[in-house]
């Protein structure tokens, strides 16, 4: 985490320095952050047990114009986001037994975008890599901790490649503030062939609904 919060940093250090430049070559620089609400989807065997799970996600863009009156461009991101999903709650003889899991990921998405007067619709190609997996699980009685627990699982048994897709739509600004909502989608499930561990994740695969606030330096 913390070799990834400075590459973030220092790219976003690299793209503040270099905002004038691109601007003059019909390139916009910026960060972007927000929510995930985020669950699993695909062939489950017991869909019951999974509920939808927030999270955050943050990081750069570029934004590459296409045409000269920018109605089509083309926008690279790097995120940090936080997928995954939160167990069904169970009670048993009073004491209440919670968990989540959050799957850690860098998300490299190239999205081709159309801009009419602030607005604008995306969608394009991304390419995800796991960094880590953190279980978290509590049990509760009448109000009170009786355990908790955080874990990180093995990756040995995950495709930590990932390829999938995004889509989206939003409004931004003339000055450069935008307002956006995405939906993330996987090709690849994430299991890898052989998995023997839990049967309900061996052929899911993660789905994301984002909303985020974001500044392309020196605006439209």
Known sequence: ???????????????????????????????????NYSNLSGDLVNEDRFESKFG??????????VTDDGFFSIQPEVLYS????????????????????????????????????GFFFEAGPQYSYLLKIKDETKSTRNGTTLYKREDTENLNNVNRSEIGYAAGLGYQSTAGFLVGIRYNGS????AKDGYTGDDDVKNARNQVFQASLGYLIGGK
């Open 82 to 117: 936080q997928k995954g999903f939160k167990n069904a709650d169970k009670e048993i003889a009073g004491t209440k037994f919670e968990g989540s899991r959050t799957y850690n990921y860098i998300d490299v998405p190239v999205l081709l975008k159309i801009n009419a007067d």
């Open 1 to 35: 985490m913390k070799k990834t919060t400075i590459l973030l940093a220092s790219l976003l250090a690299a793209a503040t320095f270099s905002s004038q430049d691109a601007k003059a070559q019909g390139v916009r620089l910026g960060i972007k952050g927000g929510v």
């Open 56 to 65: 955050g996600h943050g990081g750069i863009m570029a934004n590459f114009s």
């Open 187 to 190: 090709f690849t499930d994430f």
